[in-house]
């Protein structure tokens, strides 16, 4: 209750503080919130390189006002905060306002992309210069996307098992899911999906709430897991997660021209660079769990028929599901299967 309080009045008095946009003799301080805890990789890959770069080729005319690990609300909460301009850069990830933003989780589909890289470019371009996203999400919401990211594909983490040959014997795990399309994977494997945050899955995880969870190795190590890990598979495509941060088309209008082309180049660099440090941290992060005696998982051929199966079933009824609440689900799907054959190197 006190750390809900102390979050609600930090909210309100952003909120009377308002915009924090002085002269450009004074310059301008941005306030960017997420709901990542200090130190988490998306920080170190993402957050903390942009705003050095960005204050550095402004000359110091642009600044920013951190605020991470939820300080400001969660990360259910952040669309809303940003859009009312508690914040002016904030995270949106589309698996938590499914209600709102229900199409960017094709590029969640797991095996969509055949190559990491290849999935960052593509949801970059399908979100900026009128990419398909963009106006179909980013626009009716009044939002406007200035850094892209997307984790490393996932894999199934188990903390309650250590038995675990193949595919057959992760049914009736309950494992965490982010909602969406994972949602449709999980329960079409036969294991039994329960949606939460990452920073909800330790608690849980600890107290055999739930079996495991559907995370790539270096959010494991970034939410503490690691020690808490008996078995994980290597190298499938559980789907991933994407996300942004991100400015109300509002305040974006009220930059000047300059300081939105500096924020939109820092962006894209920052993001394009993020895939191959994002594999990196993931090795590293791997590796640590194999020190700390992981059971590794490396599925058959025969299973990995059955994963196929069940990825091409996901992605058709995730389709499906949306296309019967008109909200265009295989519209989407082809213009993400397009946008990532148009983004090859």
């Not at 494992?175 to 994977?185: I, Q």
Request: charged share 20%; aromatic share 8%; with cysteine.
């Amino acid at each position: 209750m006190k750390k809900h309080r102390s979050s609600i009045f930090l909210c309100v008095l952003l909120a009377v503080v308002g915009w924090s946009h002085g002269s450009r003799a004074e310059g301008i301080t941005l306030r960017i919130a997420d709901s990542f805890p200090a130190g988490h990789v998306f920080h170190k890959v993402l957050t903390i390189p942009f705003m050095e770069t960005v204050e550095q080729e402004s000359k110091g005319q642009i600044k920013f006002q951190h605020f991470p690990a939820e300080q400001v609300g969660k990360a259910k909460d952040m669309l809303t905060l940003t859009q009312a301009g508690v914040v002016d850069i904030g995270t949106v990830m589309p698996d938590y306002v499914s209600d709102r933003m229900p199409l960017s989780a094709a590029f969640e589909l797991p095996g969509i992309f055949p190559n990491y890289c290849q999935g960052v470019r593509a949801f970059w371009n399908i979100t900026h210069n009128g990419g398909y996203l963009e106006k179909a999400e980013f626009v009716p919401n009044k939002m406007v996307s200035i850094i892209t990211f997307m984790l490393p594909t996932y894999q199934i983490i188990v903390s309650s098992r250590d038995n675990l040959e193949s595919i057959k014997d992760f049914a009736g795990l309950k494992v965490r899911s982010a909602g969406g399309a994972m949602d449709f994977v999980l329960f079409n494997l036969k294991m039994v999906p329960v949606r939460m945050t990452p920073p909800e899955v330790y608690e849980s995880m600890s107290r055999g709430t739930i079996d495991g969870a559907a995370l790539p190795y270096n959010s494991a190590k970034s939410y503490k897991l690691i020690p808490l890990l008996k078995s994980g598979t290597v190298g499938e495509n559980f789907g991933t997660v994407v996300s942004s941060y991100s400015m109300s088309e509002d305040k974006w209008k009220q930059l000047p021209t300059d300081v939105r082309s500096t924020l939109m180049k820092v962006g894209y660099e920052v993001s394009m660079a993020a895939c191959t440090k994002f594999l990196a941290e993931e090795n590293a992060a791997l590796d640590e769990a194999k020190k700390n005696g992981i059971k590794l998982i490396n599925f058959s051929a025969a299973d990995d028929k059955v994963l196929s199966a069940a990825f091409e079933s996901a992605a058709n009824e995730w389709a499906a599901s949306l296309d019967k609440r008109n909200k265009h689900g295989s519209e989407a799907l082809a213009a993400v299967k397009k946008a990532i054959a148009e983004s090859k190197q």
